[in-house]
């Protein structure tokens, strides 16, 4: 079966694949962190699967901004 596909089904595989897998990461990702309620993960995860890949993408954005330390905002400025 394998023989029969060409580059473009297998890239197209592959794709799918790599976003089910970039998927399955935030999903994991959203429920360990401890920035949200509950209700708020549940929103979350909705989101991530109900909108595939852009869902995810964003979802994975906001945690990425959220856990980032605030910056200093009183530095001296040269």
Do not use: N
């Not at 799918?16 to 935030?26: C, E, N, R, S, Y």
């Not at 995860?45 to 330390?69: C, H, N, T, Y």
Request: glycine share 6%; net charge positive.
């Amino acid at each position: 079966m394998l023989g029969a596909m060409s580059k473009g089904d297998f890239l197209a595989v592959f794709a799918l694949i790599g976003a089910f897998a970039f998927q399955v990461w935030v999903t994991l990702q959203v429920r360990r962190s401890s920035l949200y309620e509950a209700s708020e993960k549940r929103a979350q995860l909705r989101f991530i699967w109900l909108v595939p890949v852009l869902g995810a993408a964003v979802s994975f954005a906001m945690l990425e901004k959220d856990d980032r330390p605030p910056q200093d905002q009183t530095s001296e400025r040269s």
